[in-house]
């Protein structure tokens, strides 16, 4: 079974600029998560959307970030526009369902490697 | 803010010897997952405990959680040079479905 997609896997760009990751879950997940994962630190999650809706996007900050998955597949997640401290790997996520009593695996992709200049 | 804190941070040990990770947590949980990432790469799921167990085993891992004093421990037994990497716990909690906050991890070099 083909795993999470991510592209691209490394982008460079200035800051005040804006900057789209995209990203094709398992085929058959409902559920589709995005991470910010600075380094050193463990992941935090941004939004989670549950087939093309949003589920949770508490952190996610809505004044430079957004992020949509239309068809419930494919989701793109987009900073606009960047800065310094958004520096990261964008990982992205997905799961059969959202349950909740949780519980269930979460199938990481790659990741995409961000330097803000 | 991130709701587990691994200790210790980093952890270096000789191939063959033993590797125990500790995770704490603030609140209370459904279940605790832990997952494992290479460098450069994604996470991988390695084992999940729910509130209402104590132990679990899964090949070389052995995972305990004692809610009482919220916290879970990871035990990677006769360890290999290929389990280099960083190790990371996971918690859900009551009624917030699949939500996974995570804490900072254990950088865990294992020395052939």
């Known amino acids: 079974e083909a795993g999470v997609a991510q592209s691209p896997r490394y982008k460079i760009i200035e800051k005040r600029q804006s900057v789209a990751f995209w990203c094709n879950p398992i085929?058959?997940?409902?559920?589709l998560y995005w991470y910010q994962q600075i380094l050193g630190q463990g992941p935090k999650l941004l939004i989670q959307?549950?087939?093309?809706?949003?589920?949770?996007d508490s952190q996610l900050p809505k004044d430079r970030f957004s992020a949509e998955r239309l068809k419930g597949v494919d989701s793109t997640l987009k900073i606009q526009p960047a800065k310094l401290e958004d520096s990261a790997v964008y990982l992205c996520a997905s799961s059969t369902s959202s349950d909740r009593r949780g519980g269930e695996t979460q199938y990481f992709g790659p990741g995409t490697r961000l330097l803000v200049l | 803010s991130q709701q587990g804190e691994e200790d210790p941070q980093a952890l270096s040990i000789q191939e063959g010897e033993n590797a125990t990770m500790n995770c704490s947590y603030k609140t209370s949980i459904n279940n605790l997952q832990w997952y494992r990432q290479n460098s450069g790469r994604g996470l991988v799921h390695l084992i999940l405990?729910?509130?209402?167990?104590r132990e679990k085993h899964s090949g070389r891992l052995r995972v305990t959680l004692d809610t009482s004093k919220k916290s879970s421990s990871l035990l990677i037994t006769a360890s290999r040079a290929a389990d280099t990497a960083s190790y990371f716990c996971a918690t859900d909690h009551n009624n917030a479905g699949n939500m996974l906050t995570f804490g900072g991890g254990t950088r865990l070099m294992v020395k052939p």
């Open positions: 959307f549950q087939n093309n809706g949003v589920v949770d």
């Open positions: 405990i729910r509130s209402n167990e």
């Open positions: 085929s058959g997940h409902a559920t």
